[in-house]
């Protein structure tokens, strides 16, 4: 682990901005699709490519489920001196994963019709949410594959080929989104298609470092250890969570919208909806960036420097909070213009008001993701757990439940900064536990 030889600071920052970028980077890819389907197929196009989201958030929360809890174990392992078991649970991780993703490939493709109901199509959507699933299902195994290597490879040491890596797969993916929908007039299938192709060059990208002499984790012959598989499951769901947060709001909101606005108030939420996905995913960028070396340090047995590292994240995670709101408030206009035409004035104005509400949001998750992370990476997956499926689900639903009762249709907008409130409220108690845990030890 080549991070000791540094001042930890450095460090941090070493292992943070990599990761954040790659997040970002990682988010843009449904938001670009969304961009070319709105100007080159139309805005209807555009909800579809929402409402499919939540599918896309599940690949890449099925790979963050076995590839996060692994990360942690690898890093333990090393941080033990334990080598030979390290790259046997990678190895292990990955066999998992290959089968995990034919399986869901198959599962999809026996039950679509069903899975895109569920997602919310309705009459006017379905054709385009199909098609847009089925031009993504076949390369279901590369976004699993290629999210789970993006993570292993900064475990590994090596943080910026990831942030290389994840770049050029979205240069890629925006070239192939132009030819697909401009030039072959493919509609949602070629931005569907253009996105799984840019997974598929990822795989390559990272499997040509991990066959090579400089990694340090290695494909190594093993034995099924179903033990350490359940490890890993367990340490990786508060991640998991995290990361299917974002499908799940959608899912969430896209079925109150449906019901209380209509469609208008789906493509209006579909802008919010990707904006938010990049600010969750960038803290997740920070607290998964961070947890190798938590991981290391706790393996070690030195609390004073994996203590410090979360003081880090936590300062990181609320400059970025503060920093997504400000551009949020100034950039609404400018971002709904991105995608509404100028025709549709009034959707214009009401998108970007609804926007500037929801981003209050913004300046309170970070304290919960940063968390989540922190307690995944020294191994509480209870209130990891907690904070994750509380903020991913149960309060986001109470509170789209209690605000709509209130404020009706409006309250939708709301119920995001109502959420992050009750599950800061929660984390603060797991917080005091942990200090207190701690005092005792």
Same mark, same amino acid.
């Given at each position: 682990m080549n991070f000791e030889q540094m001042p930890l600071k450095k460090a941090f920052w070493r292992f943070i901005w990599p990761s954040v970028i790659a997040q970002w980077i990682f988010a843009l890819y449904t938001m670009v699709d969304g961009m070319f389907v709105a100007r080159g197929v139309s805005e209807t196009a555009l909800?579809?490519?929402?409402? $499919?989201?939540?599918?896309?958030?599940?690949?890449?929360?099925?790979?963050?489920?076995?590839?996060?809890g692994t990360s942690t174990i690898v890093a333990i392992c090393l941080g033990k001196g334990e080598k030979q078991t390290a790259d046997q649970v990678y190895?292990?991780?990955? $066999?998992?994963?290959?089968?995990?993703?034919?399986?869901?490939?198959?599962?999809?493709?026996?039950?679509?019709?069903?899975?895109?109901v569920f997602l919310g199509a309705t009459a006017e959507t379905a054709e385009y949410v199909r098609h847009y699933i089925l031009s993504v299902l076949p390369f279901a195994w590369c976004f699993i594959i290629a999210y789970s290597f993006e993570i292993l490879v900064k475990t590994d040491g090596y943080?910026?080929?990831?942030?290389?890596?994840?770049?050029t797969g979205a240069l890629l993916n925006c070239?192939?989104?132009?030819?697909?929908?401009?030039?072959?007039?493919?509609?949602?299938?070629?931005?569907?298609a253009a996105t799984g192709l840019s997974q598929c060059v990822l795989v390559f990208i990272y499997l040509s470092h991990f066959l090579s002499r400089k990694a340090t984790i290695r494909f190594r012959k093993?034995?099924?250890?179903?033990?350490?598989?359940?490890?890993?499951v367990k340490i990786g769901m508060s991640s998991c969570l995290t990361e299917f947060s974002a499908g799940i709001t959608v899912f969430l909101f896209n079925h109150t919208i449906l019901k209380y606005l209509g469609n208008d108030g789906i493509i209006s939420y579909t802008i919010i909806a990707y904006v938010n996905t990049i600010v969750v995913m960038s803290l997740a960028g920070i607290a998964q960036g961070a947890q190798p070396m938590v991981s290391f340090y706790y393996g070690k047995g030195e609390k004073k420097k994996y203590m410090t590292l979360l003081k880090y994240g936590i300062?990181?995670?609320v400059g970025l909070g503060v920093a997504a709101f400000a551009a949020s408030i100034a950039g609404a206009d400018l971002l709904v213009s991105l995608f509404i035409s100028r025709e549709l004035t009034g959707l214009r104005e009401y998108s970007a008001e609804v926007f500037r509400i929801f981003s209050f949001s913004f300046l309170i998750m970070g304290i919960n993701i940063q968390m989540g992370g922190f307690f995944t990476a020294v191994e509480r997956p209870r209130p990891a757990l907690s904070i994750s499926l509380g903020r991913g689900v149960v309060t986001i639903a109470i509170a789209l439940r209690f605000c709509t009762m209130i404020w009706g249709g409006e309250g939708i907008w709301v119920s995001q900064v109502v959420s992050e409130i009750l599950c800061c409220i929660m984390t603060a108690f797991f917080i005091y536990r942990y200090r207190k845990q701690m005092g005792k030890g």
């Open positions: 909800s579809a490519v929402n409402i $499919a989201s939540p599918f896309v958030n599940f690949l890449f929360s099925v790979s963050i489920l076995f590839a996060v190895t292990q991780s990955m $066999a998992v994963l290959i089968a995990v993703s034919l399986a869901i490939m198959l599962a999809v493709l026996l039950k679509l019709d069903g899975l895109a943080p910026k080929l990831a942030t290389v890596a994840v770049t070239i192939l989104d132009y030819l697909f929908v401009f030039v072959f007039h493919w509609g949602i299938s070629g931005a569907g093993f034995k099924w250890d179903f033990g350490q598989i359940f490890r890993s300062a990181a995670s």
